[in-house]
């Protein structure tokens, strides 16, 4: 039974330098038609594809902040009239501090949301121009605080580090005014350059200068040694939380679980098919319109796909992959099938095993993508 939903709203005030999302300016953009054809993508799938209730859902972007009063109102009664959800649903919104009033943070709290991911960066606003982020180091704080005024509990923050022209030390300053916030959860990624993107263009002409990879690795130790000092367990490569403060929503990727997946560019996992929407705005509604799934590709996953992915993506938690539930899952034990990759990778000292679990290393984890690659393309269908 799939339990949770993403929903993809592409609008931006501002596009930012390193983003490769599926997005728009929003001015000039036809939101309220595409809010009307998401609210028929998910009628549609639901008549195919019935749950009996979702556990998370997760609004993402794009930045759906960046939508007025009543369109972000409007969203809320679609999600809220469409899906159907249990008691202990985890509903996050992303949002960026420009984005944010008090009315819309109220428009939120009063739709049921519950958890806000906020998106930060970096707190020195130099590097904040940069990166083509509209905001401020105060207008962060300010928006944490309006935020918990409402009465929001479950906040996270994203943070990236190896900008351009980052230092230790500004990163480290970063650091401790996020944990000045005192929220309950926190993301840290390093930039990764992708194509489409204006750093992708700058790096092409060699007018993008990184810290580099030794300077990027010291980054993610420190991000790793701060959380554990004030408290926050990694329970994933790239987040860390109190105790209870989750993302559950993210799990369900690492958890290699189905998923519901809305809107312009969205991806889905459901009934054993890993499916990705068209991403132009025009012909996601237009073929909502003729009534037609707005579907770019879709691919059956093999159950050594299933396999490998159980693997690279369980990997991304701090306890590994479960040795048990992998038996149960496929009736085959994960040790014996990736005996090879296993044994290198622990002589390598990047993983560790037991009786219950496979997991990555701390150095592991600062090697995390080869780690992953070395579990694709060894199953057999």
Known sequence: MIKSAYIHIPFCHHICHYCDFNKVFLQGQPVDDYLEALEQEI?????????????????????????????????????????????????????????????????????????????????????????????????????????????????????????????????????????????????????????????YNLMQRGKLLTPGEDVEAEMYELLMEEMELHGYRQYEISNFSKQGFESRHNLTYWNNEEYFGFGAGAHSYVDGFRRSNVGPLKKYMEMIKKGDFPVLEENKVSKAEQMEEEMFLGLRKKEGVSIPKFFHKFGLDPISLFQNEITSSVQKGWLETNSKNIYLTKRGRLLGNEVFQSFLGICND
């Open 43 to 199: 009628a549609m799938t639901l008549n195919n594809c019935r749950t009996e209730h979702l556990e998370t859902i997760f609004v993402g972007g794009g930045t759906p902040t960046a939508l007025n009063e009543k369109q972000l109102d409007r969203l809320c009664r679609i999600i809220r009239n469409n899906l159907p959800t249990g008691e202990q649903l985890e509903f996050t919104f992303e949002a960026n501090s420009g984005d944010l009033s008090v009315e819309k943070l109220q428009i939120l709290k009063d739709a049921g949301v519950n958890r806000i991911s906020l998106g930060a960066q970096t707190f020195n606003d130099e590097l904040l121009k940069k990166i083509g982020r509209a905001h401020c180091a105060n207008d962060i704080i300010h928006s944490i605080a309006a935020i918990k005024k409402i009465g929001f509990k479950n906040i996270s923050i994203d943070l990236i580090f190896s900008l351009p022209g980052q230092t230790i030390v500004d990163f480290k300053e970063t650091l401790q005014e996020a944990f000045s916030l005192e929220i309950p959860h926190y993301s840290g990624y390093s930039l990764i350059i992708e194509p489409k993107t204006v750093f």
